[in-house]
C-alpha cells in the first residue's frame, strides 16, 4: 500500500505537471500576418566572441552566410559603419540582390584618435557610396552621436556638408526622433529625417497594444516640425528577454508582434522604415546587459525567433524543458517521499517537487540564455546549480516535517530537546540557512543596484523563483504541521530550526545582526523598487512634455504598477523577508530565555 500511494502520487503530479507545461507554453496566436520581405533590416553580423569593443569583426564569410540567410526575409539591410569587416557587404549584397543603408560610425573627438577614426569613416562611407553607386541608395552619416554626446550639432553638421558634396546618393543623419525636434539645424542640413522609434525605451515606454498610434503620432510630429523633408524610420523594434519597462513587456511573442505590426502600419501609411534588427548582437550585453542583446529576428546561432505569420511559440524547446523538470521532480520524490506517511501527504509533497523542480529548471535554461561571455557562462553554472540545490535542501526539509512533525516545533522545549543531539534523519546535507542568508543579501543588493541604476539591468525574479517560492512553500508546511502538534504558530515562521534542528544559532551576535539587517533590508528593498520604477520615467521629454507637478505626480504614481514584473519582485522581496521577520519576531520575544535553555542543556 504505501509502494502504491508513492506510485500514485508520482504519476497524478507528473500528468499534471505535464498539462501545465503543454498550457503555459502553447503557440499563442500572433496579428497581423506578413508575408512580403520587410524593407529593411538592421544588419550587424557579430557572431558570439566578436564585438566592436574588442576589435574582433566578423570574417568576409561570415558576412556572407548572414547576408544569404536575410535573402526573402528583407529587401534591403541597414550597416551602421564601413569599415570593421563591413567593407564587403556592398559587393555581396548585389550578389544576393540586396540594396544597402550604408552607414559611418562617428564617435567622440575628445582624443585625437577619435577624430582619426571618424575621418577614416567618412573616408570609407564616401569610397563606398561612389564605387558602388547602384548597391548604396542612401548614406547615413552618425548614429546617435547626439543622443550620446559625442559630437556638437555643429561638428556633426561638417561631417554631413562634407559627405553630400562628395557623394551622389541622399545623406541623413540616425538618432532618436525626439533629437531632430530638440536640434532642427541639423534637419535642415539633411536630405532626409531618420528617426528611431523605439516604444520600449521611451521615457514614457508605450505597451505593445498602443505600438501603432504611438509610431503614427511621432511621424506626423516630425512631418510637422520639418515639411517636405522624407523621413525614413532608421530603428523599429522590440526586444525578446530582457528586464520589462513599464507595460512595455519583453518576450518573443510581443516581439513578433511588433515586427508583424510595423511592416503592417508602414504599408497602412506608407512609412519608409528600417527594422532594428537582423541578428541579436551578443556584445552589447556589455552596454545594456540582457535586454540591448535580444533586438534580433534571429538569435545568436542565426535560427529564426518567429515566422512573419500564424502563432509563436514564446519557448521554443519547452518539450525538452518539461522532459527534464518532470524527470527530475519524479526522481527526487521517490528519494524523499518514501518516509511520508499517507496518501495525503505525499500527494502534496510530489506536487511541491514538481513545483520546485520548474523553477529550478526554468532557473538553469534562463541562465544559459543570458549568457553572452565567457565569465556569464561560469556565473550561469553557479545561478542554475545554486537553484537546484536549494531546491533539493527545501524539498528534503519538508518531507522532514512532514515525516517527523516534531522537527516542526522550534519553540524552547523542541529545541532543548534537540540541542547538542540529532534526531533520525535529521542531519543537514545542504547548509540550507547558509544559502537562505545568502539568497537574502544578493536580493538586496540587487534590488539596491536596480533603484540606483536599473536602466539596463535585469529584474531577477527567474533567479530567485527558488528561494522566494520555495522558502514560502516550506514555512507553509512548516506552520500547518506544527499548529497540528500544538506548537505557536510565530517560531514556526522563523528562519532558525527552518533547515537545521535546535537554536544555537540564535546565540551568535553575527547572526542576530544579519537577520534583522535582511528582515528590514528587503521590506525596503520592495518598496524602494516599486518607488524607483515610478521615478524611472523622469527624463528630460517626460518633463518637457509635462512641466507641472500636477502633471507628472499621476504619471509617476502610475508608473510604480505599470510593470508587472517589478511588482512580482516586490512581494517575492517580501515573501524571502517572512522568515528574518519571524526570527526578529523571535529575537525580540524569546531570545534569552531560549539561549539560557539552551547552554543549561549543554
Known amino acids: 500500500m504505501r509502494i502504491f500511494s508513492l506510485v500514485l502520487a508520482v504519476v497524478v503530479s507528473c500528468l499534471g505537471a505535464a498539462a501545465l ?19 529593411s533590416v538592421s544588419f550587424a553580423p557579430f557572431r558570439r566572441g566578436q564585438s566592436p569593443l574588442t576589435k574582433v569583426y566578423p570574417t568576409p564569410q561570415q558576412v556572407e552566410e548572414d ?52 575621418e577614416a569613416e ?86 505593445i497594444d498602443h505600438v501603432e498610434p504611438h509610431i503614427v503620432k511621432i511621424v506626423e510630429r516630425i512631418r510637422t ?58 556584445w552589447k550585453s556589455a552596454l545594456e546587459n540582457t535586454v540591448g542583446a535580444a533586438w534580433g529576428m534571429l538569435d545568436i546561432d542565426r535560427k529564426p525567433k518567429f515566422g512573419m505569420s500564424g502563432p509563436v511559440t514564446e519557448v521554443a524547446d519547452w518539450p525538452l524543458r518539461a522532459g527534464l523538470a518532470i524527470g527530475f521532480g519524479a526522481l527526487v520524490t521517490v528519494i524523499f517521499g518514501r518516509r511520508i506517511p499517507g496518501l495525503g501527504g505525499r500527494l502534496l509533497f510530489a506536487v511541491m517537487v514538481q513545483l520546485l523542480s520548474w523553477l529550478a529548471v526554468t532557473t538553469c535554461f534562463h541562465a544559459n540564455a543570458v549568457s553572452f561571455r565567457w565569465w556569464q557562462d561560469i556565473w550561469t553554472v553557479f545561478r542554475g546549480g545554486f537553484a537546484v540545490v536549494f531546491a533539493i535542501a527545501i524539498v528534503e526539509r519538508a518531507s522532514l516535517f512532514l515525516s517527523q512533525p516534531r522537527l516542526a516545533l522550534t519553540g524552547t522545549e523542541a529545541a532543548v530537546a534537540s540541542f547538542g543531539r540529532t534526531l533520525t534523519g535529521t542531519r543537514e546535507r545542504w ?105 524611472s520615467v523622469i527624463g528630460e521629454d517626460f518633463v518637457k512634455d509635462h512641466p507641472t507637478f500636477g502633471e507628472q505626480l499621476p504619471m509617476v504614481l502610475n508608473a510604480m504598477i505599470d510593470n508587472r514584473e517589478m511588482i512580482v519582485w516586490a512581494v517575492m522581496l517580501l515573501a524571502m523577508a517572512l522568515p528574518y521577520l519571524g526570527s526578529l519576531r523571535l529575537q525580540r520575544r524569546g531570545v534569552p530565555k531560549l539561549v539560557t535553555a539552551v547552554k543549561a542543556a549543554e
Open 21 to 39: 507545461w503543454f498550457w503555459f507554453d502553447r503557440p499563442v496566436p500572433v496579428e497581423p500576418s506578413w508575408s512580403q520581405p520587410l524593407r
Open 67 to 118: 547576408l544569404q540567410s536575410l535573402v526573402g526575409k528583407t529587401r534591403g539591410i541597414r550597416t551602421y559603419t564601413s569599415r570593421e569587416g563591413m567593407e564587403v557587404v556592398p559587393d555581396l549584397a548585389a550578389k544576393y540582390g540586396l540594396k544597402v543603408i550604408q552607414g559611418a560610425w562617428l564617435g567622440s573627438e575628445v582624443e585625437a584618435k577619435g577624430k582619426a577614426i571618424n
Open 122 to 207: 567618412i573616408t570609407a562611407l564616401i569610397k563606398a557610396a561612389n564605387d558602388h553607386p547602384n548597391e548604396i541608395e542612401r548614406v547615413l552619416v552618425g548614429n546617435e552621436v547626439l543622443l550620446r554626446g559625442d559630437l556638437k550639432p555643429a561638428e556633426l553638421i561638417a561631417y554631413i556638408r562634407r559627405v553630400k558634396a562628395a557623394v551622389k546618393q541622399p545623406v541623413s543623419y540616425a538618432d532618436v526622433w525626439a533629437f531632430y525636434l530638440k536640434y532642427p539645424e541639423v534637419a535642415r542640413e539633411v536630405d532626409y529625417i531618420t528617426i528611431h522609434i523605439l516604444p520600449f525605451w521611451e521615457d514614457e515606454p508605450v505597451d
Open 225 to 282: 516640425a520639418f515639411p517636405g523633408k522624407p523621413i525614413l524610420i532608421g530603428e523599429a523594434g522590440w526586444p525578446s528577454i530582457g528586464r520589462d519597462r513599464g507595460p512595455a513587456v519583453v518576450n518573443t511573442v510581443n516581439s513578433a508582434r511588433f515586427v508583424r505590426q510595423m511592416a503592417a502600419t508602414a504599408e497602412k501609411y506608407d512609412f519608409d522604415y528600417n527594422v532594428v534588427e537582423a541578428f541579436d548582437q551578443p
Open 431 to 535: 547548509n540550507g540557512e547558509a544559502m537562505t542568508l545568502g539568497y537574502g543579501v544578493y536580493a538586496f543588493v540587487w534590488t539596491m543596484l536596480l533603484a540606483f541604476d536599473g536602466r539596463y539591468r535585469d529584474i531577477p525574479e527567474i533567479d530567485f523563483s527558488v528561494p522566494a517560492i520555495g522558502l514560502t512553500l516550506l514555512i507553509l508546511i512548516r506552520v500547518g504541521v506544527a499548529r497540528r502538534q500544538g506548537g505557536a504558530l510565530g517560531p514556526a515562521l522563523a528562519l532558525e530550526g527552518l533547515f537545521s534542528q535546535g537554536a544555537a544559532s540564535l546565540s551568535g551576535r553575527w547572526h542576530q545582526r544579519l537577520v534583522t539587517g535582511l528582515a528590514r533590508g528587503l521590506v525596503f528593498a520592495s518598496a524602494a523598487a516599486i518607488v524607483s520604477e515610478g521615478l
